[in-house]
């Protein structure tokens, strides 16, 4: 598989899924997992709305340095395909929080409700999150019990976006 194949399938397997699943850390460096519902934001970013409360908003005030990634869960047991991810994320603001509505409301259409301005801002108890990926690698797709086929080497492989 190339690159521009290993790529392809990063952004196909983005585009396909509704949620990741966010790794973040406290100020002790204890690690925290959750899963929230998404929508990329370009090929390197994804926004989601979280409470301001929630462990993982308060870890990212802290320590904004992120790990995601995002999964199809309805494949067969071992067909396993995956996009990981590392980078900064946080709290959005101004122009950059507007850019991001207009990338988080374009996923209203597999039923989630429209987001506003006012949903994410002010008195509200949410606002909108964005994780940039400093680095990507997929999981070497291929069949079960197969050699992985990349540049002949058998690993998760970087991929840019």
Do not use: K
């Not at 071992?78 to 509505?101: K, N, T």
């Amino acid at each position: 598989m190339t690159d521009d194949a290993l790529a392809a399938h990063a952004r196909a397997l983005i585009a396909a899924n509704a949620y990741l699943t966010l790794g973040t850390t406290d100020g002790d460096g204890a690690p925290w997992t959750c899963p929230v519902y998404f929508a990329p934001a370009g090929d390197r970013a994804f926004v989601w709305v979280s409470e301001t409360g929630a462990r993982h908003s308060r870890n990212l005030a802290e320590r904004p340095r992120v790990s995601l990634v995002v999964f199809d869960s309805t494949v067969a047991p071992y067909h396993g395909r995956a996009v990981y991810a590392v980078g900064e994320a946080r709290e959005l603001s101004g122009d950059a929080l507007d850019r991001a509505l207009e990338s988080y409301s374009r996923r209203t259409g597999d039923g989630a409700s429209p987001v506003t301005l006012e949903d994410v801002s002010g008195a509200s108890p949410y606002r909108l999150y964005s994780a940039v990926a400093s680095e990507m690698w997929v999981l070497c797709p291929r069949d079960p019990g197969q050699p992985c086929d990349l540049h002949g080497e058998a690993r998760d492989h970087r991929v840019q976006l």
